[in-house]
């Protein structure tokens, strides 16, 4: 089993429609989850942080974490062209006693998100 | 602020040379962690340095190697180039401390060929 799996799409959503995505994770002591999306040609960008259950909301875009199920997702309201691209799930696994931190992401594959006008 | 600059953008190799890629995190922050991406693999982990130590290790073999500053800068080695290490390099800063101080910003990458 894939340390993070996402399906790869590609997930075509008309504008203005939510674009929902999701993301599974097999390390049950991660305690950082990530959504980066990525460009073509373009590195990672960094786009939603979740460190506890529940839901976050940052403008149109809403994290959703359930530790119990090892399940992140994404959710992209009133999606718009400038969207599509590939989106990334990372869960940081790195484990420092001493700082307390610790950063190393593992990502998934990235599903790619076309936003059809 | 300035993000995360890497450099250079673009190398190209030959096979059995070493290469060294240069990384300046964004001011304040601590950590700097590697990553390397190719269409096969996606993205995978590197190492990761916090305070001029290595705190994170990845898979990768000895040929990969990196180091930190005391500026918060880092860089990495690649010895003996193989055609398959032919890749976007990616470099990523974080303040390094728990909770929200993992959040990651990426640099621009240095897209490396090996020939």
């Known amino acids: 089993q894939k340390e993070v799996e996402q399906n790869s799409g590609p997930l075509s959503v008309p504008e203005g429609a939510i674009a929902s995505l999701n993301c599974t994770y097999s390390?049950?002591?991660?305690?950082?989850f990530f959504w980066y999306r990525q460009y073509s040609g373009k590195s990672p960008e960094l786009i939603m942080s979740?460190?506890?259950?529940g839901d976050k909301e940052d403008g149109r875009f809403t994290a959703q974490l359930n530790k119990a199920s090892q399940y992140v997702s994404l959710l992209i309201r009133d999606s718009q062209p400038s969207d599509s691209a590939t989106y990334l799930c990372?869960?940081?696994?790195?484990?420092?006693?001493?700082?307390?931190?610790?950063?190393?992401?593992?990502f998934g594959t990235g599903t790619q998100l076309k936003v059809e006008l | 602020k300035a993000g995360v600059t890497q450099t250079p953008r673009y190398l190209i190799k030959t096979r059995g040379q070493q290469v060294t890629l240069s990384c300046s995190p964004i001011?304040?922050?601590?950590?700097v962690s590697w990553y390397q991406q190719t269409p096969g693999q996606g993205l995978q982990f590197l190492f990761e340095?916090?305070?001029?130590?290595?705190?994170n290790k990845g898979n990768f073999p000895g040929r990969f190697s990196g180091r930190q500053f005391s500026n918060s800068r880092s860089e990495m080695n690649v010895s003996t180039l193989e055609l398959g290490d032919s890749a976007l390099y990616l470099c990523?800063?974080?303040?390094?401390?728990?909770?929200?101080?993992?959040?990651?910003?990426f640099g621009q990458g240095t897209r490396l060929t090996v020939v």
């Open positions: 001011s304040g922050h601590r950590s």
């Open positions: 390390d049950r002591v991660s305690q950082s």
């Open positions: 979740i460190y506890s259950n």
């Open positions: 990523a800063s974080s303040l390094g401390l728990g909770g929200g101080g993992t959040e990651a910003f």
């Open positions: 990372a869960v940081n696994v790195g484990k420092n006693i001493l700082t307390g931190g610790g950063n190393k992401l593992t």
């Open positions: 340095y916090f305070s001029e130590t290595q705190r």
